[in-house]
């Protein structure tokens, strides 16, 4: 991907909000809050994979080729 995806300015200035809050933590809080964004990180990509594979009916293909296989 050659071409960067800018952020919009309601974006940038969520952005900058967010930096404000982070600032004001304790090192302990903001560890614990990393480990929180990187859960919901991994489950936002998850959640995306599955409905992808419905949209494009990946899960059914391949439930079809497991029971053909058996």
């Known amino acids: 991907m050659a071409q960067t995806i800018e952020l919009t ?3 940038e200035f969520s952005l900058r909000n967010f930096a404000d809050q982070v600032q004001q ?3 302990e809080q903001a560890q614990e809050f ?3 964004q990187y859960k919901h990180m ?3 990509e998850t959640t995306y994979q599955e409905l992808l594979k419905k949209d494009w009916k ?3 293909d391949f439930d079809s080729l497991k029971t053909k296989n058996q």
């Open 9 to 11: 300015l309601e974006q």
């Open 25 to 27: 933590m304790s090192r």
């Open 34 to 36: 990393l480990l929180v």
């Open 42 to 44: 991994m489950i936002q």
């Open 58 to 60: 990946l899960d059914r």
